[in-house]
């Protein structure tokens, strides 16, 4: 045995039992009982809890977005994660126009081989289907084990209409692969952003106001209209809002392969951020909602109408944020938060919001499961042993001096959590312990997944 973690409480998302895990070359081998210690480091996790690391299938690490490149690299995105009991990202590269789309994922995977610090995989975005030869690349890709493809509603020059849309649900579903979208509707964000900029309406209020409810919801309800009538699967991500949320989660109690995502951010912060001195640090799209749209998420989050809570992890510097100071459409757009997922969904299970049986499944479980990761998502004997032990009686204020990317500032700044991640194991390998990083930039494997066929 290479390591034995003794008496914690380990969490599945329907049990909840005290148990030892013995793992082997990076694979849980063994829970139960008496397992040889001999030439093994055992961790003694007495009134700790033990849990399966973190899945946060929504990061845009190095991406070149509004005007500039998200904040955090590879390197420092993974850091962070692993301090967050995030044990892999999957990251979402986009294709340049014109691109193939198997350059873009070797080229990504060259630069994860040196930087990655947990394992990770890609859901590809797709933004031209170069004549048709990008649907004929999905295939190779799948086979590949990028088995997750996404396309956008929204911003120029990624954005797609409803023709390329059905073209990619169709292929998608023909090939075995997941199809994700970002849903909101480009017009009417445009006819708004005209009408303020217009009227010299340009503080981040402004940008709630030009994409608020109903404008995320028709992305919602078309995205989920083209996938019932085609019969396809469709997971829609960051889900922000109520009305599309309800056609979602119709959809799926009719039978259909419809998933649903939501963030952290969305059910911590409402619309009322963007009145703040700093509201501009919180613009990201879909912005944040009213109160009902996150009372509603909750509700879904309990009723199984929420599948995966993801980060959307897509950090910028501060002076790139005051690129927005006096207009909100210069702000690019994102916020921090992939080492805060797992922290935060456990406060709430720790402070009796849900159980920690649903954090689990919402941040690990059904990930693995929905995108095809038959090696994680849960302490089962056979998988990786990617481990986090937690401490339901550690209080942690969320600072930027604690967290682990390169960003300067986080819209959680101040935020208190009940409990906190004390060890990150990723394949066996301690990389995170006490608030330190202690894992190594290139130890990260690419996670190789299962097409739905
Ligand atoms: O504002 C956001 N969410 N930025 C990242 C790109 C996206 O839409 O997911
Ligand atoms: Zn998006
Ligand atoms: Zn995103
Ligand atoms: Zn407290």
């Known amino acids: 045995m290479d390591l034995i973690i003794k008496n914690g409480t380990i969490i599945s998302p329907t049990e909840t039992y005290i148990a030892d895990i013995a793992v082997k070359d990076g694979k849980i081998i063994g829970i139960g009982k008496g397992f040889s210690e001999e030439e093994a480091t055992v961790v003694d996790a007495s009134g700790k809890l033990v849990l399966p690391g973190a899945i946060d299938v929504h990061t ?258 501060s002076y790139e944020k005051d690129w927005g100071k006096d207009d909100f459409t210069k702000i690019p757009n994102g916020c921090a938060g992939v080492e805060n997922l797992y922290p935060y969904m456990l406060s709430a299970a720790n402070e009796g919001k849900i159980t920690f049986n649903k954090a689990v499944e919402l941040c690990s479980t059904n990930p693995a499961k929905i995108f095809g990761c038959s090696e994680k998502g849960s302490l089962t004997v056979g998988k990786d042993a990617d481990i986090v032990i937690y401490d339901p009686e550690k209080e942690f204020t969320i600072s930027v001096d604690n967290m682990h990317s390169d960003y300067d500032h986080t819209i959680w700044e101040g935020v208190h959590l009940k409990g906190y991640p004390t060890m990150t194991f990723s394949r066996g390998r301690l990389v995170y312990k006490d608030g330190a990083f202690v894992g190594e930039p290139g130890w990260g494997k690419f996670v190789k997944r299962i097409g739905r066929k």
């Open 60 to 317: 845009h690490l190095a991406m070149p977005f509004g005007g500039t490149v998200s904040a955090d690299s590879y390197l420092a995105g993974t850091r962070a994660a692993a301090c967050g009991g995030v044990t892999t990202v999957f990251d979402y590269p986009v294709q340049r126009s014109g691109m193939s789309i198997l350059g873009l994922i070797n080229e990504k995977k060259a630069i994860c081989e040196e930087e990655a610090c947990i394992d990770y995989a890609f859901h590809c975005c797709i933004t031209d289907l170069n004549d048709g030869a990008i649907l004929d690349e999905m295939e190779k890709a799948v086979e590949e084990g990028i088995t997750s493809f996404k396309c956008f509603f929204v911003y120029k020059g990624m954005m797609v209409d409803d023709g390329t849309f059905t073209k990619l649900l169709l292929r998608a579903k023909e090939v075995g692969a997941m199809l994700n979208v970002h849903a909101e509707s480009p017009a009417i964000i445009d006819l708004n952003i005209e009408n303020f900029l217009k009227e010299g309406k340009t503080s981040p209020w402004y940008h709630y106001l030009s994409r608020p409810e109903y404008v995320e919801a028709e992305g919602d309800i078309r995205a989920v209209h083209w996938t019932k009538n085609l019969d396809a699967s469709l997971y829609i991500v960051h889900m922000a809002n109520k009305e599309g949320l309800e056609a979602a989660v119709e959809a799926k109690r009719e039978g259909y392969d419809i998933y649903v995502e939501t963030c952290p951010q969305y059910l911590e912060f409402t619309s009322e951020v963007y009145k703040r001195e700093d509201g501009r640090n919180f613009v990201c799209s879909p912005p944040m909602k009213g109160q009902e749209s996150q009372d509603a998420l909750w509700h879904a989050i309990k009723t199984g109408g929420i599948d995966v809570v993801a980060t959307d992890h897509c950090p910028f510097q």
